[in-house]
């Protein structure tokens, strides 16, 4: 695992998931790999009343209703539409779930304006069709085809970003369970890729991309959706940055110390932001970020990885702050001027009244917007 960038979570817990796999005496739908319980278990971590030999780390940090209702739904023969604001961990409950069902989260197809129907189905080793004709073995399988020919789990992401003919083609999986593939000669079964029990999609969804590619009624209808809300408890999102940034530094083999009370003022921020955008009249007025945790986990790191690399090796509060406004300024001058606003509007009156961290944050984010403005 340690020569792979970023291992997929059935790589990453393979030796979790090896352990619940062997005391798993529940019962189990189709060829799920774990039971449901398990599945939760290994995704929402344990508990001492679980009564295991051996602690498992929580994974996804939200509502446990999200998770059982997404398990349940894939034990059906219904699809699931994970939908939310960007950074609200669609994607990653997805992989999870994939990991701990079929231990495949790899079969993934991304959604964009360029996603033709042949990525959901499949497509041709033209060499091979040259020199032997069409057959299933020149056919380039779909990791949405895969899925089905396994029993496995396919992931959708970004759905609503794909054209309504890609849209089209996944009803007819969804309905149907089963690919034609007419260029191969009929009789038989040979042109026809059936799904085998377990085959399930789960595809996420932006919340905020309304209006790009609507689904259609027709394809809602083979989806069960879960919304996923964007994490407002400042507990909860605590625990998501704390277990990142351990993650972080794990993965990059860094040692180097995070102050707790500089995580407090990157929480802290964040929620002055979310609630200045929230009180803003106007787009203009607010920030093009969506200030989600999984952005405020960019900041960390960027600030982490600068702190390593061009500082003395301990996160500070300018740091911090030239991170913030760095990746947040993404449109000049308007997000410049709301950060600016909200340093001499919040930051400067906290720094004097509390101390602590804020004013050398409020130093580091005033140089950060006079570089660059």
């Known amino acids: 695992m340690s020569d792979l960038l970023r291992a997929p979570a059935e790589i990453k817990y393979a030796e979790e998931l090896d352990w619940l796999e062997s005391i798993d005496d529940n019962p189990k739908p189709f060829s799920w790999r774990l ?33 059982e209702r997404s398990i349940v739904t894939l034990a059906s023969d219904r699809g699931l539409l994970l939908i939310g604001d960007p950074g609200t961990g669609k994607s990653w409950l997805a992989e999870l779930l994939s990991a ?35 057959s299933r073995e020149s056919m380039i399988p779909s990791p949405i085809m895969t899925a089905m020919e396994t029993g496995a789990i396919g992931r959708f992401e970004e759905l609503t970003r794909s054209t309504s003919d890609v849209q089209d083609a996944l009803i007819s999986i969804l309905s149907e369970k089963y690919i034609s593939v007419p260029e191969l000669e009929s009789g038989g079964s040979d042109n026809i890729v059936f799904a085998k029990p377990g085959f399930s999609v789960i595809a996420t969804a932006n919340s905020r991309d309304r209006g790009v590619n609507d689904l259609s009624s027709a394809l809602k209808r083979r989806f069960n959706f879960v919304r996923i809300p964007v994490v407002t ?29 500089l995580l407090d003022v990157l929480l802290q921020s964040f929620a002055d932001l979310r609630a200045s955008a929230a009180a803003a009249g106007s787009d203009d007025e607010k920030l093009e970020s969506a200030l989600s945790t999984a952005e405020q986990i960019g900041v960390l790191e960027d600030a982490v990885l600068h702190s390593n690399f061009f500082g003395e090796h301990t996160l500070t509060a300018r740091t911090l702050a030239s991170s913030l406004v760095g990746s947040l300024a993404r449109r000049e001058p308007e997000d410049l001027a709301i950060l600016n606003k909200y340093l001499h509007g919040v930051v400067e009156p906290r720094s004097k009244e509390e101390g602590g961290s804020w004013p050398e944050f409020l130093e580091g984010g005033r140089d950060a917007i006079a570089t660059l403005s």
Not at 35 to 63: C, H, N, T, Y
């Open 233 to 261: 408890n400042k507990r909860s999102e605590a625990e998501i940055v704390r277990f990142r940034t351990e993650e972080l530094l794990r993965r990059h083999a860094i040692d180097l110390d995070v102050p707790p009370t």
């Open 100 to 134: 701990a069902i079929c231990r495949n989260s790899t079969l993934v197809v991304q959604g964009t304006a360029g996603t033709t129907e042949d990525h959901i189905k499949y497509s041709w080793n033209v060499s091979m069709v040259i020199a032997k004709g069409q």
């Open 35 to 67: 039971s449901p319980k398990m599945v939760r278990l290994f995704i929402l971590g344990s508990e001492r009343a679980d009564g295991l030999d051996r602690e498992i780390s929580q994974k996804w940090f939200g509502d446990r209703s999200f998770v």
